[in-house]
């Protein structure tokens, strides 16, 4: 994982401008520890901090043409880039093996409209010298974070996270995912329009959980390159189990070199975490024997996540409930994978968006409903679990890849009728998916109900966090949390309490407006509140809210 700052539309001289960048690309060094890269022209300046995972030795950013005329910072992989060279880009004079290198030959061949052929996770800047005009894009799902805005003087600006721009743009907020902006005028274009975004564009196509099973394959062995040591996020629930028997099909062969040649890292580690005693620590250790890891349980207190809150809410930049109380776990797990010399590791995150997978997908009315409910998730994805595992992992320079979330997996998986994917009157969530897993996990894996990550790593871990911050905001605080906090007001103790710590880590209007403050149960969006006369009364994002919900073992 990287970290990426820009300023552009620079109109005097630049040089004053130098110090200014690298002090802000400083303050995303922890998502990029192993190289620091500026390049500055006339009325531009793009820093990189690199994290090094594909072509270490020579892919050091930013990466250039071999005129030097276009210049290109990313932060990201791009899946695909051997297709793509193979295909596309035969007759371009390639300096490096880096994946990212490809999107400045798509780019000379094809310009913006180069965005749509990659198959990756990435937000880049990309400067053409000759033309005086930029190019900075998001990917499709937003699993890579991007902000941008202007300072008081008109210039333009983007950075990985909004840190390193607090205090620099007078107005600042999230790059949106599936969108870029071409320079002078950077407005946003929407480049990823995928027909399964409408109901209504659906067809039959006779998909069923084969098909499932064997894109979600593919999607994995993609996301397996690696020139560094990488690892598994196990939880012991469906989906990080799935992704990891399905990495250990692969791993024993180098992707890179088309399998012909050994893994340079080929025993498999997995890696969760849990209070002791923890329904995911369980479920992680029988999958994990099963699929054959080099497994790592890691045991946290309920007093240390508390003592770790300051922290993760500096790195993940939001108050959001929901996002905090499973980021804590996940923060804590990073630092000790990377302790053991692991740069990159794959997880489950996305599939409970694309499947309905949240246990209020029970009350879905309809078909229609359903998929409307998994497209809003999707849309919104890039604000809550895209932002916690990107974040959460990169604070301690750990990359996280997401093979559900995959561009050519997604196009399979949501054009999956919806009623194959609906659950209730007795039908798991899921199901469909479960069914693409058979024969390789056990039973009571593959069957385990869906416990969110908050939850799974231990009942106690909620029960006793929102138990402390209810102490620490008193009834007269929380009377006033409109006056105090004009923009999103705090609509729980708990979230009053991650605000106040947010707000003195970032404290203008521009960062309280980057967050979303909804009403929600069991991660719903707040139009699914509607399905059922129970919701309404609640807010409440734990799994267990839902009456469905059956306490693991």
């Known amino acids: 994982m990287c970290g990426i700052v820009a300023m552009f539309e620079v109109k005097e001289e630049i040089t004053k401008y130098r110090t200014q960048i690298l002090s802000q690309a400083r303050k995303l060094r922890h998502r990029g520890p192993d190289w620091s890269g500026i390049y500055m022209s006339e009325d531009c300046i793009m820093a990189h901090e690199r994290l090094a995972i594909v072509d270490p030795a020579s892919g050091r950013q930013p990466l250039y043409s071999s005129d030097g005329q276009i210049v290109l910072a990313v932060n990201g992989e791009i899946y695909n880039h051997q297709e793509l060279r193979k295909n596309h880009c035969q007759a ?65 600006f983007i950075a990985s996270e909004l840190k390193a721009l607090e205090g620099i743009c007078s107005s600042y907020e999230p790059f949106l995912p599936g969108h870029y902006a071409q320079g002078p005028d950077p407005i946003l274009h929407k480049w990823y329009d995928p027909s399964w975004q409408s109901y209504d564009r659906l067809c039959s196509n006779g998909i069923g959980a084969r098909d499932i099973q064997l894109a979600l394959k593919s999607a994995v062995k993609r996301q397996l390159m690696s020139d560094v040591p990488f690892a598994l996020l ?43 005693g923890s329904p995911d620590l369980a479920a992680a250790k029988k999958a994990a024997d099963h699929i054959g890891t080099v497994h790592h349980e890691i045991h946290f207190t309920v007093q240390e996540g508390f003592d770790a809150l300051r922290d993760v809410i500096y790195h993940l930049e939001t108050y959001d409930i929901t996002t905090i109380r499973a980021s804590t776990p996940m923060y804590l797990l990073a630092r000790v994978i990377k302790s053991m010399g692991f740069k990159m ?107 969110q990550f908050s939850d799974g790593v231990g009942y106690d871990w909620i029960n006793q966090l929102k138990a402390l911050v209810n102490k620490a905001i008193s009834d007269e605080q929380f009377a006033l949390a409109s006056e105090r906090f004009p923009i999103h007001p705090p609509l729980t103790k708990e979230e009053y309490y991650y605000r106040s710590i947010f707000e003195e880590h970032f404290p203008s209007d521009s960062a309280a407006k980057a967050v979303p403050s909804l009403p929600s149960i069991a991660c719903s969006s707040p139009i699914a509140l509607e399905w059922d006369e129970a919701f309404r009364a609640q807010n409440e994002p734990s799994g267990r809210a839902i009456g469905v919900h059956s306490a693991s073992l």
């Open 345 to 451: 590791v794959l997880s489950g995150e996305g599939s409970d968006e694309i499947f309905g997978g949240y246990l209020y997908f029970h009350k879905a009315p309809d078909a229609e409903s359903f998929h409307e409910e998994c497209v809003r998730k999707l849309e919104s994805l890039h604000l809550y679990d895209c932002l916690r595992a990107n974040k959460s992992l990169a604070a301690w320079g750990v990359e996280g890849r997401v093979p559900f979330l995959d561009k050519e997996f997604m196009e399979v998986a949501m054009h999956l009728s919806p009623k194959q994917k609906m659950c209730g009157s007795g039908k798991i969530e899921k199901h469909v998916l479960r069914q693409a897993g058979e024969g390789l996990l056990p039973e009571e894996i593959l069957w385990r109900q869906k416990e």
């Open 234 to 276: 196990l939880s012991g629930g469906l989906d990080s189990s799935l992704v990891t028997a399905m990495a250990r099909l692969f791993a024993e062969r180098r992707i890179e070199s088309g399998n012909s040649e050994s893994a340079w890292f080929p025993k498999l580690h997995s890696f969760a975490i849990g209070l002791k």
């Open 92 to 156: 371009y004079d390639f300096q490096t093996e880096s994946d990212c290198e490809v999107i400045i030959a798509l780019y000379k061949l094809y310009g913006s409209d180069c965005i749509s052929l990659l198959n990756g996770m990435f937000a880049f800047a990309l400067y053409d010298a000759e033309n005086g005009t930029y190019l900075i894009a998001r990917d499709h799902m937003g699993i890579i974070p991007l902000y941008h805005g202007h300072d008081a003087q008109g210039h333009y």
